[in-house]
């Protein structure tokens, strides 16, 4: 059962990754970020509840809209940041960027550019842990448009067939790119495929931290139990465009469909759910929210005067490691 | 005449041969009615309706297996693959199915189908999304390259490419959409396998093709007296060598710039083909100038220095010309 204070948490998870996409955002106008930047606004139900039900030393594969999958699995918000800005003090010192974020200290096994490129590699951090009898768990996050790639229906036979501890979390909000899903997904219901090959296949609440939670810690439970694979769909909604250049076209984004999500904000639907159950009082949010601008001005200070990885260390390494025979 | 962008020019070419031809349609990710993310293909959904111009779920593997299935079956298939680093989650259906099937079946299949792809570095998107791998499919028999680096070539080229029987990989590039050019209305197209000779000069053959062309440009305009041969390559497969050679017999010196990786690259292509049929002629060793050969990283200083630079361009024109470094 978690305690008032972890919910609490939880709900302040999900506000540091909402303001985190604002401030991103505006920092990418201002010219600080470059490059392709996925937001995952209105999905942080999803990170922070499968996250909370995660271990440290437990895998996570990321995609190419990773942020709230770094801040949920607990990476440092200003090496996040600094990444971002491509500086030395970055994540993964200013060579990875938004798409392809890497902290395996704490299991956060990468982002991907690659749709679908994550899937078979986290089928291999779960073979390991079953090779080395460990019991860690991975999680693999990817979205509806990502599985209609093949890599996911080799993963999913060979993870079922072999009984890996992998969860497959598809995080389905109904678009990929400038396409609606219903364009795309043969059936709606992504966890349905799960039944060929005999594995649960279960969906959740992907607005609802606390049914997103409950779903995953079962999975976790049976993955470490050595009894395999689970396929949790969580059922969400891209609230924004796809990345920063691409606009929606209207007629995918009809008023009712975008008003009916905005009513089902997972931020929104915690903090009532503490107000009913747990007494929460009113101003949390707003004193949360003071935390995380205070958290936010330093990060984003440290980031903008950390400096940018230095190009002749670059180019040692890069001599050695690839073989460049520069003069 | 009027002007229009290399989007356009890529536009121009698809409707007019979908016109022409019922059997040439659409394919791949996002092109339905929002026309493709780089906007390539806009109005040809409302035009032609969703069989052609059918978009896809995510799935390359499927969209190239498709293309060639249905060009087996007559179809003249133009599929889009968002950037050419994906290619490389379709390399089956590209390199084992459509570049082999028609002389495997003995000549009875014939496999029209064209994949355009769009390539290249600069725009701060990391090492998965800024590669430039024509070698890979010039290194597999059986598959056309075509890297158009002008508004102009690319409806002349997109063209022939969308007429040749063969499997053509068409090569764009994300910073030269919005270049606008001349470009002449009516039917015509530009022959594969045909360089195009920019410039004629006597002291230095330089080689380029697709974007790199311009840092070449950039690059030549740094020197005040130089009569440099420029050549546009234009497709890579089929290569105009003859071109190449005539121009290395005149100039006795050559470079190829391209924003590929040097190492087994087009450049080193040209390199082994200069010394095999123009040897004697050198009067200095050929040169490649190509991107650094690492994966690019995403840090804006650094990826800058993984690009093919232009003053490494002047750099080795300034060595071939005067042998000083
Ligand atoms: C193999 C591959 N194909 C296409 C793309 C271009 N692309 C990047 S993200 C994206 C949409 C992904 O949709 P989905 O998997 O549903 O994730 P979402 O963006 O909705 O989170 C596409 C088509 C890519 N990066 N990799």
């Known amino acids: 059962m978690l305690t008032r204070m972890q919910k609490i948490q939880m709900l302040k998870s999900m506000m540091i990754i909402r303001e985190f996409e604002a401030l991103i955002k505006k920092l990418y106008k201002e010219g600080d970020v470059e490059g392709a930047i996925h937001c995952y606004t209105g999905e942080e139900a999803v990170a922070v509840g499968v996250c909370n039900a995660l271990r440290k030393d437990d895998y996570i594969f990321s995609t190419h809209r990773g942020h709230g999958h770094a801040i949920a699995k607990g990476c440092s918000i200003k090496k996040v940041f600094a990444e971002l800005m491509g500086r030395e003090t970055g994540l993964c010192k200013g060579m990875g960027g938004s798409m392809h974020l890497f902290d395996i200290e704490n299991g956060l096994m990468g982002g991907n550019g690659i749709v679908g490129g994550g899937i078979p590699l986290s089928l291999g951090t779960a073979y390991a842990s079953k090779y080395k009898g460990s019991d860690r768990v991975t999680v693999c996050f990817f979205s509806e448009g990502a599985s209609n790639q093949g890599t996911f229906n080799e993963s999913i036979n060979m993870a079922a067939l072999w009984k890996l501890p992998l969860i497959f979390v598809c995080e389905n909000n109904l678009f990929a790119a400038t396409t609606p899903s219903y364009k795309t997904l043969s059936h709606p219901d992504i966890a349905k495929r799960a039944d060929g090959y005999s594995i649960p296949g279960i969906i959740a609440d992907g607005n609802h931290v606390l049914d997103v939670y409950e779903k995953t810690c079962k999975a976790v439970n049976r993955a470490r139990e050595g009894e395999g694979p689970t396929l949790i769909e969580c059922k969400t909604y891209r609230v924004e465009g796809h990345c920063m250049v691409l606009k929606d076209l209207p007629q995918h984004r009809p008023k009712q469909e975008v008003e009916g999500w905005a009513d089902k904000d997972p931020i929104d639907i915690l903090e009532k759910e503490l107000m009913q159950d747990e007494g929460l009082e009113k101003d949390i949010r707003e004193q949360l929210y003071k935390e995380i601008q205070q958290e936010f001005n330093e990060a984003v200070q440290y980031a903008k005067t950390s400096p940018f990885p230095d190009i002749n260390e670059f180019m040692k390494i890069a001599n050695s490691r690839y073989q460049l025979c520069e003069e | ?325």
């Open chain 2, 1 to 325: 005449m009027r002007r229009i962008s290399y989007l356009k020019a890529i536009n121009e070419a698809i409707q007019e041969e979908m016109e022409r031809d019922n059997n040439v349609f659409v394919i791949g990710e996002d092109v339905g009615e929002y026309g493709g993310v780089w906007g390539a293909l806009r109005g040809i959904y409302e035009k032609y309706g969703a069989m052609r111009a059918q978009d896809t779920p995510i799935s390359e593997s499927g969209i190239i297996g498709l293309a060639t299935g249905a060009a087996m079956a007559g179809l003249r298939p133009v599929a889009e693959i968002m950037y050419m680093d994906f290619l490389t989650t379709c390399m089956d259906p590209v390199v084992n199915q459509a570049a082999k099937a028609d002389l495997m079946s003995g000549w009875q299949l014939k496999i029209p189908m064209v994949i355009r792809t769009q390539y290249g570095i600069g725009t701060r998107e990391a090492s998965q999304h800024s590669q430039s791998l024509e070698a890979w499919f010039m290194h597999t028999p059986g598959l056309k390259v075509v890297v158009p680096s002008n508004p102009y070539d690319a409806k002349g080229l997109l063209k022939a490419s969308i007429r040749d029987d063969t499997p053509v990989i068409f090569m764009e590039n994300r910073l030269l959409y919005n270049d606008i050019q001349d470009v002449p209305e009516g039917t015509w197209e530009i022959p594969l396998g045909k360089a195009k000779i920019v410039h004629e000069g006597e002291q230095i053959t330089i080689v380029s093709y697709g974007h790199a062309l311009k840092k070449v440009i950039n690059a030549l305009n740094e020197f005040n007296e130089i009569s440099a041969e420029l050549i546009d390559l234009r497709t890579l497969v089929p290569m105009d060598i003859d071109t190449i050679i005539e121009s290395v017999k005149k100039t006795g010196r050559i470079l190829i710039a391209h924003d590929a990786v040097e190492k087994c690259g087009a450049g080193a292509e040209i390199v082994r083909l200069v010394i095999e049929k123009a040897f004697d002629y050198l009067d200095a060793e050929p040169l490649v100038c190509g991107g650094l050969g690492v994966p690019t990283p995403f840090s804006g200083k650094l990826e800058d220095i993984c690009m093919l630079r232009t003053e490494a361009i002047v750099g080795k024109i300034q060595y071939l010309l005067t042998g000083i470094i």
